[in-house]
């Protein structure tokens, strides 16, 4: 093949990081040999170390186990130029069997090659107007729509597309590299000039979502690009100087990097801040955030992004309240797409996802236009916030209500379809409980007598409860059944059972008022108790393992003036007179009975010491 000579100082035949971290291409690329400098003791590299077999390295910096990489040579050195400790320039013509692969690819990649500075594009021979082009680009190498700003990663997808079409390549151009006994390096031993490396790796799980990535078997790289070093005598040289920018670029090796998405999930708790846990009440409304970041999807032709968010049982989606991306408040249907579970699983749950850049058919792409490119930015930062309701099905204290969420991605360019699933992120909703015990004066059980309850904040409304007589509880209405008024306790009264204690549960903590309304004992309505306790649930920390429990207790009986009430733990005992004569002595009823006596008695006295001075008058 003919010679071709690049006129400038090769700036980016580094290794292109992938998905996570794609590095900015500065300056052109591969230098004539013979004008890459003045330095002294310049010269030029023979013919016979310019064939010396060099080793090609890959570093990851997680396991690869089970990964297939493939280097293909796609451009040959045939010149070079070296001061002895570094390379000043290297010429370059196309391998045999790649010219067409790779004119289709720039063509397929909608790549102007009208630029003719400094070499003209030449479909017989491209890789010398690749290497001087498409490794130019000044700006980040995402968008792939601008022709004055070729794209690399835009070629490289398109070219593993081509080189597929390969049956049969090139004798001594494709090698297998090998990985490494840390299972963090693949190496090759190939000829020197410029190599794609092509992930192989195949999808193994379909659509269905990875849980089991470490290592990830199944995950891959999009293609990475770089040139070899060259061998000057017994020194190899993987030093590239382009003096025109004063920068130095190192060849013969290429990063192996895999974005990890990870997602955050938060509720609003009772200040309304951000935390991994809260309290409630049956039937409240929660705000539920959750926070990723847009995925490395250059070098994918469709690259699929979701959250999926599961609702445990005692937990009901209310709906979207807004979805975020950046600055930028996306449109529902438009933008995204929420699919809520109908049918629940059998342990009660129900999931949730958002769908990001929808397709007609529901599926996601983020790569299937422009606007979607522009739109998901990688590395751009989304924030979904929902609602959801604690339900009838919540659990009372024990571990809690758990809510669990994951970021859902594309993690292999060979099959879009295969997703990679974060771990999942839980918070925790728990509510409350108190009981009351109805005894009379002489601790024995009283059934049949009635309470109405109230938030201390308002006293006008009772809470609305629904009755299980079975286990002797009285459940907080949910928000369906309040407003269905289904199955609700008629006027809002709590019946004590037989054996005088009852439960209510679905409680947040908080400032509640107990109303006695009605005495077991006919005509026994003069002195019903009314007192106002305090509910406080304690939870585990959050980073709690072990499966501890929340604990509910109460404190304080203000307003009992009548000494009816005994509060403990998480019970209030509320006793009933029979009589007068039962009332506690030390109650407000008796203090007033003796005011009125100790009244009574001093009027008599002053009765009598004016009778007995009238009568001494007399």
């Known amino acids: 093949m003919a010679r071709t000579r690049v006129k400038q100082a090769l700036a980016a035949l580094v290794a292109v990081f992938t998905m996570a971290c794609i590095m900015p291409f500065a300056g052109a690329s591969l230098a004539h040999a013979e004008d890459a400098g003045t330095a002294p003791a310049t010269h030029a590299i023979s013919a016979d170390d310019l064939s010396k077999a060099v080793e090609l390295k890959l570093t990851a910096n997680e396991s690869i186990q089970g990964h297939q990489f493939t280097a293909y040579r796609l451009a040959d050195y045939v010149a070079a130029k070296s001061d002895g400790s570094q390379l000043l320039g290297v010429d370059v013509t196309t391998t045999s069997g790649y010219a067409t692969a790779v004119a289709d690819a720039i063509k397929n990649a909608g790549i102007a090659t009208t630029n003719s500075n400094p070499v003209a594009y ?24 601008n022709p004055a700003q070729p794209n690399l990663r835009a070629f490289l997808t398109n070219l593993v597309a081509e080189l597929n079409k390969i049956s049969a390549p090139t004798a001594g151009t494709t090698y297998d590299m090998t990985i490494g006994s840390d299972n963090k390096s693949a190496t090759a031993t190939v000829i020197p000039g410029a190599y794609v490396i092509w992930n192989k790796t195949p999808a193994t799980t379909g659509t269905a979502e990875n849980t089991t990535d470490t290592p990830a078997a199944d995950k891959a790289s999009i293609p990475m690009f770089n040139g070899t070093g060259i061998y000057d005598g017994e020194t190899l040289l993987t030093t590239l100087k382009d003096s025109t920018n004063d920068q130095e670029y190192t060849l ?79 449109v529902a249907d438009e933008s995204y797409k929420v699919n809520a579970a109908t049918t629940a699983a059998q342990d009660g749950s ?3 996802e958002w769908i990001f850049a929808p397709k007609s058919d529901g599926t996601s792409d983020l790569v299937q236009n422009d606007k979607f490119k522009g739109l998901f930015s990688v590395g751009a930062k989304i924030v979904v916030t929902y609602t959801a309701y604690l339900t009838k099905d919540a659990v009372i204290n024990s571990t809690g209500n758990p809510n669990s969420a994951n970021v859902q991605y594309s993690h292999n360019p060979n099959d879009s379809n295969d997703l990679e699933k974060s771990p999942d992120d839980t918070v925790k909703v728990y509510t409350g409980q108190f009981s009351i015990t109805k005894n009379d004066m002489e601790s024995h059980a009283l059934a049949g007598a009635k309470f109405q309850i109230f938030k201390s904040t308002d006293t006008t409304k009772p809470l609305k409860f629904v009755a299980d007589t079975v286990n002797d509880t009285y459940r907080l209405a949910d928000a369906d059944e309040e407003q269905a008024n289904r199955n ?17 549960t679905g409680l947040a903590p908080g400032s509640y008022i107990v109303k006695e309304t009605d005495s077991p004992f006919a005509g026994g309505n003069l002195f019903l108790p009314e007192f106002t306790t305090t509910l406080r649930v304690t939870a585990p920390e959050p980073s709690d393992t072990t499966g501890a429990a929340s604990v509910s207790t109460i404190a304080g009986d203000n307003g009992d003036s009548n000494n009816l009430v005994t509060v403990a733990n998480d019970n209030a005992t509320v006793k ?14 008796w203090l007033a009975i003796y005011a009125v006596m100790a009244v009574l008695f001093i009027s008599a006295g002053f009765i009598l010491v004016w009778r007995s001075r009238r009568q001494e008058q007399e």
């Open 122 to 145: 030449d479909a017989t021979n491209p890789m010398p107007w690749v290497i001087s082009n498409l490794l130019q680009a000044s700006k980040y190498p995402y968008a792939d729509d």
């Open 252 to 330: 013969g090796s290429v990063e192996y990097k895999v974005s990890q998405s990870t997602l955050e999930k938060k509720v609003l708790d009772s200040e309304n801040k951000p935390a991994d846990a809260t309290t409630a009440s049956i039937g409240d409304e929660l705000t539920f955030t959750l926070s990723t970041t847009v995925p490395n999807w250059t070098g994918y032709d469709h690259f699929v992004l979701k959250i999926a968010d599961n609702l445990s049982k005692g937990l009901k989606f209310g709906a979207t309240k807004s979805v975020v991306v950046g600055n930028t408040p996306l």
């Open 350 to 352: 129900k999931s949730v």
């Open 488 to 504: 609700l306790v008629a006027d809002n009264k709590l019946t004590s059972p037989q054996g005088g204690k009852f439960t209510i």
């Open 576 to 589: 009933n007179p029979r009589n007068l004569m039962q009332m506690p002595k030390t109650g407000a009823a």
